[in-house]
């Protein structure tokens, strides 16, 4: 098998083990930079026993550098601009209006719900989950803290008039 052969189908395998820890156009590109250093810097390397080991270690320290790199330049923290809400140039008033009074309603709802259903209410609204609530609670089991969250939004829901929308 000639050289050219070999790096064709190298490259396909190489392709394969950086798509598997980068997204798929980094690994395109450190494919690209790995393909570049054997054809230059290891052109005297032909037996595939020896380009197989080699290119997978130069794989290994192009993928490292390259997260030593992106976290260095903090562009694993951006944002991208079309993930950005816009601004809303003004809020209709009609919508604040109802958004004040549904808030107005659930705020006195909650208050009338009893020390135990604010309290699951408040840990959701923490974003703990049904397990750590149980453990938080000392709740016995899991399905009874799904029986008490079941119970509590709908005494939630009787508390606002039977709708979560309408004002009754």
């Not at 390397?45 to 290119?55: F, H, K, Q, R, T």
């Not at 719900?113 to 089991?141: H, V």
């Amino acid at each position: 098998m000639q050289r050219d052969e070999i790096l064709s189908r190298l490259r396909e395998r190489i392709l394969g083990y950086a798509a598997s820890h980068l997204s798929r156009d980094a690994a395109e590109d450190v494919v690209q930079e790995v393909m570049l250093l054997l054809h230059t810097k290891y052109a005297q390397v032909g037996a595939i026993e020896e380009l197989v080991p080699l290119s997978l270690q130069i794989t290994r320290f192009k993928i490292a550098g390259l997260r030593r790199r992106t976290y260095r330049r903090g562009e694993n923290t951006q944002v991208s601009v079309d993930d950005l809400p816009l601004a809303d140039p003004g809020a209709d008033p009609e919508e604040c209006a109802e958004r004040r009074e549904l808030l107005d309603r659930l705020s006195a709802a909650l208050a009338k719900l009893g020390p135990r259903c604010q309290e699951m209410i408040r840990l959701k609204l923490q974003g703990n989950t049904f397990g750590e609530i149980q453990r938080i609670l000392g709740a016995g089991s899991i399905n009874t803290v799904y029986t008490w969250d079941f119970r509590c939004r709908k005494e939630l829901l009787d508390q606002m008039g039977g709708d979560w929308k309408a004002g009754k």
